[in-house]
């Protein structure tokens, strides 16, 4: 029996390449705090993703939660049904009550046509999701939440390193937030950040992700203990020196996905959307009535023989228990988000991923293994 395939696998640079940092915070007994790495890592960041303020954070769901203390969002957020649960639950966590509008059935990122009609005088801002990494309608959006003057916080945890045709997708809304989760193209082991339009909201949310500390003795809001370690922005160092080939592998396992299955009955793979640089986070296919199997067998197919997918986005959001009852979680609301998670599978997609087990789940798809 070959060797185990699973939908992802974190990139970890040689060890030997990490003693040389683990050295340097022994020797400076710095751990954390925002420590000489910490500060490195911001700054090393903002140069890659072309961004000119970010905050670093012990991980993405934290990032969130902090990002509407930090805008003081209130009432109702408009957000999707088609994301990771961190998306609604640090809405929850705020107190804040996420309303659900379905995704666009082509790119799956939030519809700009069916925000307006959700919006209700309690509606403070939007939280779109980059779904699987490809850039929501970012102009459409945005001219709905100028127009209603709502906050705009895009979750982006799987959007690193994407770019349109203006630049780094994170440039765009109030807030944008970063995942460095360790199944994320870029990462920390654990991490996360918010990307800040100026030097006074990052200052802002540096005290809100350290307790609300102003000084030793000066607190002015109540924050959280949010930050990043020096270990893990050590290694978030590291990994920068390793990125760009990362990515350039994932785009090699990308486009033979997309030229050997391309004519295979029923089987769909997800387009990009309007990224100039993609980076390749996941590789979703929709499996359709015309395919031999239903989405659910082929999944465990693939399971049996060693090949370990998911369905993601499955359940959706408005599924679980917390969200189900909400009257935006309607399943009739929410038709293309609902035929999405019914189809969507997702496809070992990672740099070390070999093409003789990109062969095997390919063929196994095919229905020739």
């Not at 996360?192 to 540096?206: E, S, Y």
């Not at 993601?312 to 935006?328: A, E, G």
Request: glycine share 6%; proline share 6%; charged share 20%.
């Amino acid at each position: 029996m070959p060797k185990s395939v699973f939908v992802t696998q974190p990139y970890l640079p040689p060890l030997e390449e990490f003693i040389p940092y683990l050295e340097e915070i022994w020797a400076s007994k710095i751990l954390t705090n925002g420590g000489p790495f910490h500060q490195q890592l911001e700054q090393a960041l903002c140069d890659y993703l072309g961004v000119k303020h970010l905050s670093l954070f012990a991980n993405g769901t934290l990032a969130l939660v902090t990002a509407l203390q930090a805008l003081r969002i209130t009432g109702e957020v408009i957000t999707t049904p088609y994301s990771f649960v961190a998306t609604a639950h640090s809405l929850l966590w705020n107190g804040i009550a996420p309303v659900f509008v379905d995704v666009e059935p082509n790119t799956l990122n939030l519809d700009p046509a069916k925000i307006e009609a959700a919006i209700t005088p309690l509606t403070t801002a939007i939280m779109p999701v980059h779904c699987y990494g490809h850039p929501c309608d970012v102009e459409a959006i945005q001219k709905i939440a100028d127009n209603y003057n709502l906050k705009l916080i895009y979750d982006a945890a799987h959007a690193f390193g994407v770019k349109d045709k203006g630049g780094s997708v994170l440039r765009h809304g109030d807030l944008s937030v970063l995942s460095f989760h360790a199944t994320k193209v870029f990462n920390t082991f654990e991490g996360g950040a918010i990307i800040c339009p100026d030097a006074k909201t990052k200052l802002t949310i540096d005290r809100l992700k350290n307790f609300g500390f102003v000084d030793e003795t000066t607190v002015v809001a109540s924050g959280i203990n949010g930050k990043m370690s020096e270990i893990n922005a050590a290694f978030g160092m590291l990994q920068l020196k390793h990125i760009d080939a990362a990515i350039a592998r994932r785009k090699d396992v990308d486009a033979t996905y997309r030229k050997l299955l391309k004519d295979v009955k029923g089987i769909r793979c997800l387009e990009n959307a309007v990224e100039e640089e993609a980076n390749y986070a996941y590789f979703p296919i929709l499996v359709d009535d015309d395919y031999s199997l239903s989405r659910d067998d082929l999944y465990e197919n693939l399971k049996e023989c060693g090949v370990f997918t998911r369905r993601y986005f499955y359940p959706l959001i408005t599924d679980f228990s917390m969200y189900r009852n909400m009257p935006s979680a309607n399943p009739e609301n929410l038709p293309a988000a609902n035929v999405a998670a019914q189809k969507v599978i997702c496809l070992p997609i990672y740099p070390a991923l070999t093409d003789v087990e990109q062969q095997r789940v390919i063929d196994k798809i095919i229905g020739t293994l």
